[in-house]
């Protein structure tokens, strides 16, 4: 019967942990309707640990409530302390018997100091540790042990020396396991909204991006484009997606060639930059500035470039070609002017000493 209860009782716990996690993935932060869920998730989760109870004598029965009520006051907070408590207690009016005012005792007890140790450990973010959290589960259980003189004096010395030896053994362990394994999903659940928000950080400033940005595979296939490179090339994010760089690109390598040519020039691992040719979808050309090299996206390695339109700096740099071409010109012909002019000057000292003469 005892093992048979433990194992129902290993069974719900394991059970909390999952749901706990799913609730505080969809119901985040500690407003109001985030807590009422956790307290009703506790709350169904103590009925179930009290279902299958250790009974000492009629109407006296033990099992793990304290540790589930506790741990509710610890990560959920006062709301859902409330909650899991009033479940509790109300279960425990409905069982009746001896151990009733027992019960109610110990489940206040659990949720008061659930509820102390989450200020103290929001205050004292690094305290999450395996003492603080065996620590606590000493105190809830102290203080259980204690709620045993709620009973009659001589049924009470009788419970407490049957249960102390095994209830400050078991159930401190048994609360530090629940309270890492909550902890260890709570952290797992705050690395993943950080790269949730890094992820939408990125996204933001891929798709906001001033030059066209091309992410493709090791076979050409475009795998992801940004809105400047949907804009630049006239195609919809759809229809690039269904390219390769052979068909946006007029001087890609041939499909055959692609692999060695991505080796040949990012094989060191340091991006490149080079010019090159791209093809609207109208079939129109104009030049870019590429800058391109690898990257990884959950394990897979990629192609990432950011293409730049040169079109107008070429105009510009031809232009400026152009006009240094006439200044040029033009200071030559001032040269070949001043040349002249000198040389008229001395024929005309010469032409005049002559006709003095």
């Known amino acids: 019967m005892v093992f ?8 719900i716990l394991l059970t909390l ?24 998730l506790f709350g169904f989760v103590v009925v179930g640990v009290m279902l299958t109870p250790l009974q000492l004598a009629p109407g006296l029965v033990f099992d793990t409530r304290s540790v589930v009520i506790s741990i509710a006051g610890l990560f959920g907070g006062p709301i859902t302390a409330a909650i899991t408590v009033l479940f509790s207690i109300t279960y425990r009016i409905w069982l009746g018997g ?53 009973l009659p004096q001589e049924l009470a010395w009788q419970t407490i020396g049957k249960i102390t030896m ?23 659940l705050v690395t993943e909204k950080l790269l949730l928000e890094s992820e939408a950080r990125f996204r933001t400033l891929f798709e906001q991006a001033g030059d066209a940005i091309f992410v493709s595979d090791f076979q050409g296939h475009l795998v992801d484009v ?27 390598p041939s499909q055959e060639d692609l692999q060695d040519f991505w080796q040949q020039q990012f ?17 129109t050309m104009f030049p870019v500035e590429l800058r391109a090299g690898f990257t990884e996206h959950t394990g897979q390695r990629l192609v990432l470039g950011l293409a730049r339109d040169i079109s107008e700096r070429l105009e510009a740099e031809e ?29 005309n000292n010469i032409l005049a000493g002559m006709a003095l003469v």
């Open 4 to 11: 048979k209860s433990l194992v129902n009782n290993a069974a």
């Open 17 to 40: 942990c999952y749901l706990y996690t799913l609730i505080s993935r969809h119901w985040k932060g500690e407003n109001l309707a985030a807590q009422v869920i956790r307290g009703l």
């Open 98 to 150: 001896v151990g009733v005012a027992a019960g109610i005792a110990t489940a206040l007890s659990a949720g008061l100091i659930g509820v102390l140790f989450f200020y103290w450990r929001k205050k004292w973010r690094q305290s999450s540790n395996v003492f603080y959290f065996y620590l606590f589960g000493l105190v809830v259980h102290v203080a259980m042990i204690l709620a045993m003189f709620t």
């Open 166 to 188: 095994p209830v400050m053994v078991i159930y401190p362990l048994a609360t530090l396991l629940l309270a890492m394994l909550l902890a260890d999903q709570e952290a797992g």
């Open 226 to 252: 940004n809105q400047a490179a949907q804009k630049s090339l006239g195609y919809t994010k759809a229809e690039l997606l269904k390219l390769r760089i052979q068909d946006v690109d007029s001087q890609a």
């Open 267 to 283: 094989g060191g691992g340091h991006p490149r930059t080079f010019e090159s040719v791209h093809r609207r979808k109208d079939g």
């Open 319 to 347: 232009a400026r070609k152009r006009l240094e071409s006439q200044l040029l010109h033009a200071q030559k012909m001032e040269a070949v002017g001043t040349l002249a002019g000198g040389i008229a000057h001395e024929f």
